[in-house]
Antibody
Framework: EVQLVESGGGLVQPGGSLRLSCAASGFSFSSYAMTWVRQAPGKGLDWVSTISGGADSTYLADSVKGRFTISRDNSKNTLFLQMNSLRADDTAVYYC???????????WGQGTLLIVSS | AIHLTQSPSSLSASVGDTVTITCRAGRDFNRALVWYQQKPGEAPKVLIHGASSLESGVPSRFSGSGSGTDFTLTISSLQPEDSATYYCQQFYSYPVTFGGGTKVEIK
């Protein structure tokens, strides 16, 4: 069974940093691109970032460029999102998900909540 | 970026009704479109990929159609468990974009 389990969310002050992790199991992790999608409370889905299976290509939404970095450790089947210079509008549930060729997102993890507030 | 406009933003229908949700794109992106269902407190789930391919395990009352810039998700014979928010998403190019969502309520 494919499982994606996010961790690392919490309460952070504006300007702070946090790293999210996503532990993957049940599939050949290095064979798939992985992605982060967020959802602010009561709002829609907002793509954040995607990384290729071999980590040679990364893509970031304009809203997080220069602040967030996506990475992965294929030896540990783990996806990361390093978030710096956090702002109130980064407050959201962050979902880790697998990207199936040619590009649909499935499955998704259960999400981890990030709250940016003083 | 390819902007996706979903309509309506919400609807209310009765059990057994047929419901249609539209996703319109700012430009042509072939059929690189996915439909998701999201229930409160849950992660999204794929219903349709490639605009019209039903994901394994999804009831056949869900169907997708369209190409170019206009796509539709149809739910035939609406069931109580279909109460959810539905999103379209394009994977033709980065940035990946989602429609604003359509909340479906059962009368």
């Amino acid at each position: 069974e494919v499982q994606l389990v996010e961790s690392g969310g919490g309460l952070v002050q504006p300007g702070g940093s946090l790293r999210l992790s996503c532990a993957a199991s049940g599939f050949s992790f290095s064979s798939y691109a992985m992605t982060w999608v967020r959802q602010a409370p009561g709002k829609g889905l907002d793509w954040v970032s995607t990384i290729s299976g071999g980590a040679d290509s990364t893509y970031l939404a304009d809203s997080v460029k220069g602040r967030f970095t996506i990475s992965r450790d294929n030896s540990k089947n783990t996806l990361f999102l390093q978030m710096n210079s956090l702002r109130a509008d980064d407050t959201a549930v962050y979902y880790c998900a697998r990207v199936n060729f040619p590009g649909w997102i499935d499955p998704w993890g259960q999400g981890t909540l990030l709250i940016v507030s003083s | 970026a390819i902007h996706l406009t979903q309509s309506p933003s919400s609807l209310s229908a009765s059990v057994g009704d047929t419901v249609t949700i539209t996703c319109r794109a700012g430009r042509d992106f072939n059929r690189a479109l996915v439909w998701y269902q999201q229930k409160p407190g849950e992660a999204p789930k794929v219903l349709i990929h490639g605009a019209s391919s039903l994901e394994s395990g999804v009831p056949s009352r869900f169907s997708g159609s369209g190409s170019g810039t206009d796509f539709t998700l149809t739910i035939s014979s609406l069931q109580p468990e279909d109460s959810a928010t539905y999103y379209c998403q394009q994977f033709y190019s980065y940035p990946v974009t989602f429609g604003g969502g359509t909340k479906v309520e059962i009368k």
